[in-house]
């Protein structure tokens, strides 16, 4: 699950990095085939991390307010990434550590 969620923030932060960059083309080059085209892709990544964060946020262990900034965040640039900082903590947190016997 926590592998499933960081790599669909990863995805979202990324995509909205090559939207921002297809943007600074359409006005400089007046290129705008690459808003039109990267749009879409990072609208609908988008709503996927808002799904998957409403529906994974209490197994998380998040509070709704946490869940709300991690939204929030996705929303811009670079904030997919923190996310995804915050996911892999819950994951590292989750897993058991071995025990050293003496």
């Known amino acids: 699950m926590y592998r499933i969620l960081r790599s669909i923030s990863r995805l979202e932060a990324a995509s909205y990095l ?21 749009g879409p892709i990072h609208g609908v990544l988008y709503f996927i991390f808002v799904a998957a964060i409403l529906r994974q946020f209490r197994e998380l262990r998040w509070s709704f307010k946490k869940a709300v900034v991690a939204m929030a965040l996705g929303s811009i640039p670079l904030g997919g990434f923190l996310v995804e900082r915050w996911i892999r903590h819950v994951g590292t947190e989750s897993q058991p550590t071995s025990s050293i016997r003496q």
């Open 18 to 38: 090559v939207l921002l960059v297809a943007t600074a083309f359409k006005y400089w080059a007046d290129f705008d085939w690459g808003v039109r085209v990267v």
